[in-house]
């Protein structure tokens, strides 16, 4: 599927791995709607890039919010989705004040396994509406997982199993939509620079990056946007995850 002239909505667009998103898809020529709960960062993008982008506020855990969202970037047709909306929490099962709240792992599911899902399910009834490509191709939904999916840490048990959940519903997902011509793809990031990590300080950062085999640092979110814009792209890619991590693989804590 080539982007020129499309539609697309990414959830957590304003920020880290959605925006660069935004920013790869308006540059190639899609009408981006961007769906986050963050007002300045998303009002900021609009004004960078122009009229091809539009923002709503939307939270991923709230049915009505999503419903419009993904409205107003039908206008016209639907053909590409991409849910980079996420949260993460470190907590053990087992801690030094007790078992692991159990509002945390709810929220963490609700917003990064929930909130995908529910993206995933409305963007596949507008793509099945669209004028087949010349594959047959209807549209492309992109999902975020992560290396946590496969070897989550100590104290990542709320978000590796919302990570796990995605992975899982790729293949059944792309099974179920291939009779519409909708293709879904999740990528599994190692260690990005992201808002959330721009918190920590810089030794934590440079250790963070050591882990890395190669290359020996930290992931960049246009690199995570140059695998989304291949995987629309490519009609091939379907079904399946693949991982943007610089070979590594998480030990234990």
Do not use: C, W
């Not at 849910?83 to 709240?101: C, F, Q, Y």
């Not at 990005?192 to 085999?213: C, I, K, N, W, Y």
């Not at 792209?233 to 995850?241: R, V």
């Amino acid at each position: 599927m080539q982007i020129q002239g499309k539609n697309a909505v990414v959830t957590g667009g304003a920020s880290g791995l959605g925006a660069a998103t935004v920013r790869m898809l308006a540059k190639n020529g899609a009408k981006v709607v961007i769906a986050d709960i963050n007002e300045k960062s998303a009002g900021e993008l609009v004004q960078e890039l122009g009229e091809a982008v539009t923002f709503i506020k939307t939270d991923v855990t709230n049915e009505d919010q999503m419903r419009a969202a993904v409205e107003q970037a039908s206008a016209g047709g639907l053909h590409i989705a991409v849910a980079t909306a996420g949260i993460g929490v470190a907590e053990k099962l087992l801690g030094k004040n007790g078992p692991h709240d159990f509002q945390r792992f709810v929220r963490t599911i609700q917003v990064n396994l929930i909130g995908t899902f529910d993206l995933a399910r409305r963007a596949a009834e507008a793509m099945s509406k669209n004028e087949p490509d010349a594959d047959g191709g209807r549209g492309v939904i992109v999902t975020t997982a992560s290396v946590a999916a496969f070897e989550g840490q100590i104290g990542q048990v709320a978000y590796s199993a919302s990570k796990g959940g995605i992975v899982s519903m790729t293949l059944p997902l792309a099974r179920e939509l291939a009779r519409s011509g909708v293709r879904v793809m999740t990528i599994a990031p190692g260690i990005f620079h992201t808002p959330l990590l721009g918190t920590l300080p810089e030794a934590a950062l440079v250790s963070l990056a050591e882990q890395v085999p190669f290359p020996k640092r930290l992931g960049q979110p246009a690199e995570y946007a140059d695998l989304v814009k291949h995987i629309i792209e490519n009609s091939m890619l379907n079904g399946s995850t693949i991982r943007i991590d610089g070979a590594i693989r998480m030990a234990p804590k």
